[in-house]
């Protein structure tokens, strides 16, 4: 995907992917910033085989304003897909967000 390189050279970037087959794929980015707050969400989709790519937002960006590490994205056929992602840490507690598409990746909204 034709991600940007980060404004600070200390930003970690990670990457999960899920690949149905040559042409179609799914790529969640994750940012982390040394001061260790915040960070991006979004994910990119190609049907082309990576010639295009294109950018979906999620839905709820004040979700992920603590943290934001997808950890496990898949889809069942070319317009149903989910994503679970790491959101904070707190007191014990790992709170995770499970996202889901029913078009392809465009949208994906927040089932818990």
Same mark, same amino acid.
Do not use: C
């Given at each position: ?9 200390? @930003? ?5 992917? &899920? &690949? ?5 794929? +799914?790529?969640? &980015? +994750?940012? =982390? ?8 969400? %979004?994910? +990119?989709? #190609? #049907? *082309?085989?990576?010639?295009? !790519?294109? %950018? =979906? ?9 603590? =943290?934001?590490?997808? #950890? *496990?994205?898949? &889809? ?5 897909? !989910? ?11 790992? %709170?995770?967000?499970?996202?889901? =598409? *029913? *078009?392809?990746? @465009? @949208? !994906?909204? @927040?089932?818990?």
């Amino acid at each position: 995907p034709p991600e940007p390189e980060p404004a600070d050279p200390q @930003t970690i970037k990670k990457a999960t992917g &899920f &690949f149905m087959d040559a042409q179609k794929a +799914w790529v969640a &980015f +994750w940012a =982390s910033y040394p001061e260790g707050i915040g960070g991006h969400a %979004y994910i +990119w989709r #190609t #049907t *082309d085989g990576g010639a295009t !790519w294109a %950018y =979906s937002a999620l839905t709820e960006p004040a979700l992920y304003q603590e =943290s934001y590490l997808p #950890t *496990d994205l898949s &889809f069942i056929d070319a317009q149903h897909g !989910w994503m679970l992602a790491h959101v904070g840490a707190g007191m014990n507690h790992d %709170y995770y967000a499970m996202l889901a =598409s *029913d *078009d392809g990746g @465009t @949208t !994906w909204k @927040t089932l818990i």
